[in-house]
């Protein structure tokens, strides 16, 4: 679940409704429903609020005038998140989809005053008869990135910039780890932790520190392009997260996990327009074509680990295989999941531990 923190600098809109203000009047006609996105950050160019962001586009693409579309950037994970829910409610917003975990509580709260709204919460946990939670499988990504950083790696030792000790960015990490180890069982993964989900500065840090104690190849749970860039100042390789961040490096970009929100928006969109929707969770992956390992660099990465990747990925596509099937061991060498076993969805929601080939403990 992405716990994101609140970005140093909020936009006019959330410091206006923090000071008690409203959101702009938005006039359409009352025939076509409204549909709301609520984004932390500022879309910018690349990684999570873009993602979800080009995902919004596709669904205002799809559906063209049969909605109208609001979004509000910059809004912070807290209260005042609150006011905007509810003032997109009152304005009468079929739809209000929530794409930061730490909105969930706030958004929650607003559903229960609004049940004829339907509220929708990007990788939260709860559940009520008008509120529901969706999510794609980034960790399916990272194991693609994984196999291709196997063949890539010449020090075996590849790096991984973490934001907060969750199961989410513990399950990218093992992904990351497991692809590797697939297909070159010397690697090793060595992680640092920077506690932010955001933070540039920290980013580029982290990324310096991991290149320093001799890692290759790396990949980020954070949402800014600085690991790539910084893998780019080093001469090693490095993967985009989120959103294609090939620009921003593209003599390191291997290639990048890319989320595509707009999948699960359009789908969503749709079964509330035919009164079809339920509020069961939705996961999506590969399966779906909700996640992908893209715009992949050919001349770095050889032929027959392009087809190592390939197959794994219709391996994933065809759902009869995921990540997290065994055998796998722990840090310690246990077999943590036996052959013939996969890790169920709630058992992924709560991973608490690192894989066998991940250097370190888990922060306490």
Do not use: C
């Not at 980013?203 to 790396?218: C, R, S």
């Not at 999941?337 to 709560?350: F, H, I, M, S």
């Amino acid at each position: 679940m992405k716990k994101r923190t609140m970005l140093s600098a909020l936009a006019l809109t959330a410091a206006s409704l923090a000071a008690g203000g409203a959101l702009p009047q938005t006039a359409w006609a009352a025939d076509v429903p409204g549909v709301a996105f609520v984004y932390l950050g500022n879309p910018g160019d690349a990684g999570w609020t873009y993602a979800h962001d080009q995902g919004s586009k596709e669904a205002e693409a799809k559906f063209g005038n049969k909605i109208k579309i609001t979004r509000v950037e910059n809004v912070p994970e807290s209260a005042d998140s609150e006011r905007v829910f509810r003032d997109l409610a009152n304005k009468g917003n079929k739809i209000i989809f929530g794409s930061s975990f730490g909105f969930q509580d706030f958004e929650l709260k607003v559903a229960k005053d609004f049940p004829d709204t339907v509220f929708l919460h990007a990788t939260g946990y709860k559940k009520a008869a008008n509120f529901g939670t969706y999510d794609v499988r980034m960790y399916q990504g990272a194991y693609l990135a994984g196999v291709a950083a196997g063949y890539v790696t010449k020090t075996n030792t590849l790096g991984f910039v973490a934001s907060v000790p969750i199961p989410e960015v513990v399950r990218n990490i093992n992904a990351y780890t497991l692809g590797a180890r697939s297909v070159n069982p010397k690697v090793h993964t060595k992680v640092i932790w920077i506690n932010s989900w955001f933070d540039p500065g920290k980013e580029k840090q982290a990324a310096e520190t991991l290149i320093g104690q001799g890692a290759d190849v790396l990949l980020q749970n954070t949402d800014s392009s600085a690991t790539l860039a910084t893998a780019s100042e080093k001469h090693v390789h490095a993967f985009g997260w989120d959103s294609d961040m090939k620009k921003f490096g593209p003599d390191a970009h291997l290639g990048s996990v890319v989320a595509h929100w707009g999948v699960y928006y359009t789908a969503a969109i749709q079964q509330v327009l035919d009164g079809k929707w339920k509020n069961d969770p939705v996961w999506w992956g590969i399966p779906q074509k909700a996640v992908n390992l893209e715009d992949m660099n050919t001349s770095a990465i050889p032929a027959n680990a392009m087809k190592d990747i390939d197959a794994k990925r219709q391996q994933l596509a065809s759902g009869k295989w995921d990540v997290f099937t065994g055998p796998v061991k722990d840090q310690s060498g246990a077999v943590k999941v036996p052959a013939g076993k996969t890790l169920t969805d709630p058992e992924l929601q709560r991973l608490n531990w690192y894989v066998e080939g991940v250097d370190g403990s888990l922060p306490k």
